[in-house]
T-cell receptor, first 121, second 111 residues
Framework: GAVVSQHPSWVICKSGTSVKIECRSL??????MFWYRQFPKQSLMLMAT?????????EQGVEKDKFLINHASLTLSTLTVTSAHPEDSSFYIC?????????????????FGPGTRLTVL | DAKTTQPPSMDCAEGRAANLPCNHS???????VYWYRQIHSQGPQYIIH???NNETNEMASLIITEDRKSSTLILPHATLRDTAVYYC????????????FGKGTHLIIQP
């Protein structure tokens, strides 16, 4: 399957600082990437849809000014948590859909990154 | 996306087949059944998907009932590394939207 990477895998920061998380599709191009958040013992919740070359679409209740998304290329999307606070501590996961014509399936499969553990002190 | 219902947890002995059920009684005709799993502190891993027919790959088999209202994921020879939360998701497969994750089934493989 397609490979999606995230960097960093974990980060600890002080309250009030900003943190940038990168999501890369390593062996395919992704015009659309998705960002999820997962709190302990809970399921993944979609935060936003990142489209290459255009503005991201945010889910209801997600502050777009706090979670800045940039999708400048077909293989890279970044999520910046601005002015982070302890309640932003969470597991952030990105996914990308493989639309390559060589895909073995006729439908789109989303592949997920390994996640980034953010701890805000 | 259609809602899916899964048991919260299941146990299975190592080496045995693990059969994970999923109900999706409101699934639409154009929605596929996807299965992902999430090992602790990792991102979800794609397992398999299907529309109507049963599917098999190197990881698992997917059995979909004829009325498509339920399905079963089968791990033929479970190992300790298969311990994870398994998510059954109904999605159109178009890829325009993110996936909607339910609570999944926590499968525990017992030695």
């Amino acid at each position: 399957g397609a490979v999606v990477s995230q960097h960093p895998s974990w980060v600890i920061c002080k309250s009030g600082t900003s943190v940038k998380i990168e999501c890369r599709s390593l062996d395919f191009q992704a015009t659309t990437m998705f960002w999820y958040r997962q709190f302990p013992k809970q399921s993944l919740m979609l935060m936003a849809t990142s489209n290459e070359g255009s503005k991201a679409t945010y889910e209801q209740g997600v502050e777009k000014d706090k979670f800045l998304i940039n999708h400048a290329s077909l293989t890279l999307s970044t999520l910046t948590v601005t002015s982070a606070h302890p309640e932003d501590s969470s597991f952030y996961i990105c996914s990308a859909r493989d639309l390559s014509p060589l895909s073995s399936t006729s439908v789109v499969t989303q592949y997920f990154g390994p996640g980034t553990r953010l701890t805000v002190l | 996306d259609a809602k899916t219902t899964q048991p919260p947890s299941m146990d299975c002995a190592e080496g045995r087949a693990a059969n994970l059920p999923c109900n999706h009684s409101t699934i639409s005709g154009n929605e596929y059944v996807y299965w992902y799993r999430q090992i602790h502190s990792q991102g979800p891993q794609y397992i398999i998907h299907g529309l109507k027919n049963n599917e098999t790959n190197e990881m698992a088999s997917l059995i979909i009932t004829e009325d498509r209202k339920s399905s079963t994921l089968i791990l033929p020879h479970a190992t300790l590394r298969d311990t994870a939360v398994y998510y059954c998701i109904a999605d159109s497969g178009g890829g325009a939207d993110g996936l909607t994750f339910g609570k999944g089934t926590h499968l525990i493989i017992q030695p």
